[in-house]
């Protein structure tokens, strides 16, 4: 049977909810039976979840973990099925595929490569595979095929490489060639970031076409456990050509992606290429009656949005609003509470949670949304995105004798624009009432010349309280609006700005999130051929970023507070991504910003980096959990780890000013001065 379909099934997982993602995973596998799908690939560790952490350790969790396997078997009559989840073989543990052929179980396939970078963490849990190695694994009364397996169904061999396995220099898909694989499946939990799409899809296409077979990628869908977001990518490719590609960021439970693949093509290409003969003990032999399919002409395209020209703009609007909407309900939290001062940055927040229902609507529509936040009683009487808005997006402008009327008015126009709720409080008195408790007792008035920073800092302190307040009152999750630049130099009040459930810009860059407001606000989300846009943020497009925290006088902004964003921007990038000296992001920075700042601009902007984000990094530890988004992540418990206690760079920073005052004299200078 040459002509076989097959499918890949992209899934939303939650860690250790046994009964949820084993509903799941017997709903695709019915929808797959449906489609009249022969074969079927689920995700990685699509049974336990994948961010179970040291929770794979427990005893509890590999037990359930059969114990699911076991039902799941019982619902496969007819399909080919591939699920994941964690064995233990000989007392150590593997991230594994069950292969599973009409109710039979034919053997587990081990992932031979285990990340252990950034956000991954694997070979803490899990331990690798060797290539080429076969054992038997006994599960309750019966004993199956373990390893580096290849499964010969009735003439079509089907190989694996689980995730990592692919984004490696010695894949697996190598020695499959030599097996004559006809089909690979890559069943993945490979986390979403910018534009990570279309690096899958090379190294799909590319090992369909190296290795002369079908290749069927699936991933997981949602934010699984917290901090990362899965844009649930599927992809079918076979002899280097993409036949289907998965709609991405999707509010379902599940996705089935399928296509008619032809083996005779790809043994044809096979043919062609010479190759080794295949050594060891690698293959599984059983039977199974494929089901017949029709020829289909197929090619993959990619979704509107995708096309669009602003990919990473509309890519951070869904992967975040898709975040919340998980997060929300894998809390059961009753909505979300922001402080909204009106500037960017607590604009941003109310602005994707605003866009969260709409795209959810675009996504399963509003009965469905509304569904799977059943345990809302108030929205379900609601019919338009504004009522439902009302009850789930709560803001609170809490102004003081240094708020402007611009921010006032840029906070209620998004609120209103949304149709969320608004409070406006003024907590002038509460700051004044400290300020004296303060004055009296050490002897002296508090004033902007001697006491700038406490003066401030006092102001977003006393916020707090309040929003929390507001917060529990309804049940919601509070939402720190930190965005990365300030992460980076710790230009914040702990205990203040910072409080927070969950904090969903931390993972952006100041810069361009003023940017991206702009595209939100004019031209918006691409959707069924209209633009989503929320034009409430007119106003704070139209202002300075100011924390509004010293009198209005002395004309406050957060650029002169630090430094100019896209310069903050860039050499953080350099200093913490590229892991770059002081005096070598000087270099870079001079080359970048030739034609914009002065030297002493650039000079003076490395320096206060370094100092800022030295001393600085006890205030990330403490940062509320953000979403992954890309490789410049500041989260030191998942990604970027420095000593909370350090040296500061005082030998490096007198090295730059060194370098900066010995080449002074050759330096040029830019246009433009801050």
């Not at 609120?415 to 003024?426: H, K, Q, R, W």
């Not at 800092?457 to 300030?486: C, D, F, K, M």
């Not at 980096?609 to 205030?619: E, G, I, M, T, V």
Request: charged share 25%; with cysteine.
């Amino acid at each position: 049977m040459p002509l076989l379909k097959v499918a890949a099934g992209t899934i939303n997982t939650t860690p250790l909810a046994w009964k949820e993602n084993k509903k799941h995973i017997i709903e695709s596998i019915e929808e797959a039976k449906n489609q009249h799908v022969s074969l079927l690939c689920l995700p990685e560790l699509c049974i336990t979840g994948y961010g179970c952490e040291d929770a794979f350790y427990s005893p509890n969790t590999l037990s359930q973990a059969i114990e699911s396997l076991h039902e799941i078997v019982a619902h496969t009559s007819g399909i080919a099925v591939s699920v994941g989840l964690p064995m233990q073989f000989n007392s150590k543990i593997y991230n594994t595929a069950c292969f599973i052929v009409n109710k039979r179980i034919l053997g587990f396939v081990a992932k031979q490569h285990l990340p252990n970078y950034g956000v991954f963490y694997e070979d803490r849990w899990f331990h690798r595979w060797p290539a080429n190695a076969r054992d038997e694994i006994k599960v309750r009364d019966f004993s199956y095929p373990f390893g580096d397996l290849v499964f010969d169904v009735s003439g079509i061999r089907i190989g694996f490489e689980i995730c990592e396995d692919a984004w490696v220099a010695q894949r697996p898909g190598r020695n499959h060639f030599d097996r004559g694989v006809d089909v690979i499946l890559n069943p993945s939990a490979s986390p979403f970031a910018f534009h990570k799409f279309i690096t899958r899809e090379r190294f799909v296409i590319d090992g369909s076409r190296s290795y002369s077979c079908s290749y069927v990628y699936t991933n997981l869908l949602g934010n699984e456990s917290g901090r990362l977001i899965f844009d649930g990518d599927a992809m079918i490719a076979s002899n280097g050509t993409l036949l289907a590609s998965s709609p991405r960021f999707g509010y379902h439970d599940y996705h089935i992606t399928s296509a008619v693949i032809d083996t005779d093509v790809t043994r044809l290409s096979h043919s062609q290429i010479k190759s080794a003969l295949p050594t060891g003990n690698w293959k599984v032999v059983d039977t199974f009656e494929w089901h017949e399919a029709a020829p289909a002409y197929q090619v993959a395209e990619l979704e509107p949005f995708e096309r669009e020209g602003y990919l990473k703009e509309e890519e951070f609007a869904r992967a975040v609003s898709l975040a919340l909407f998980d997060y929300l309900r894998k809390s059961r939290s009753q909505g979300f509470t922001v402080s909204l001062s009106g500037g960017a940055d607590s604009c941003a927040c109310v602005a994707l949670c605003g866009l969260m229902i709409r795209l959810a609507d675009e996504s399963i529509g509003l009965a469905a949304f509304k569904q799977k936040l059943s345990y809302i009683k108030k929205i379900q009487q609601e019919t338009t995105e504004e009522g439902i808005a009302k009850h789930l997006i709560h803001s609170i402008y809490q102004g003081t004798e240094n708020s402007s009327t611009d921010t006032l008015e840029s906070a209620k126009s998004l609120a209103d624009s949304i149709g969320s709720t608004f409070y406006n409080v003024n907590i002038n008195g509460l700051v004044e009432s400290y300020k004296d408790l303060i004055e009296q007792q050490i002897g002296r008035d508090l004033t902007w010349e001697q006491d700038d920073i406490p003066l401030q800092n006092i102001q977003a302190r006393v916020r707090a309280p309040g929003v929390w307040l507001l917060t529990n009152l309804y049940g919601h999750l509070l939402l720190a609006t930190s965005n990365r630049s300030e992460v980076a130099v710790g230009y914040c009040t702990m205990d203040g700005d910072t409080a927070g459930s969950i904090s969903p810009i931390a993972g952006i860059d100041k810069f361009w999130l003023r940017q991206w407001l702009v595209w939100l606000e004019t031209i918006g989300c691409h959707v069924k051929g209209k633009n989503i846009k929320i034009e409430g943020l007119k106003k704070v497009n139209s202002l300075q970023p100011t924390a509004e925290l010293r009198p209005q006088y002395k004309m406050q902004t957060d650029e002169k507070d630090l430094m100019p964003y896209e310069v903050l921007d860039a050499i953080e990038k350099v200093a913490i991504r590229d892991k770059k000296s002081p005096i070598d992001c000087f270099r870079f920075m001079e080359v970048r910003f030739a034609e914009q700042y002065t030297r002493d601009v650039l000079f003076t902007s490395v320096e206060r980096f370094f100092k800022l984000w030295s001393r600085n990094q006890w205030k990330r530890e403490r940062y509320a959990p953000s979403f992954h988004l890309d490789d410049l992540n500041l989260d030191p418990r998942s990604w970027c780890r420095f000593p909370i206690l350090s040296g500061g760079f005082e030998k490096e920073l007198e090295e730059l000013s060194a370098y900066y005052e010995g080449k002074n004299h050759k330096g040029r200078k830019g246009k433009i001065g801050f």
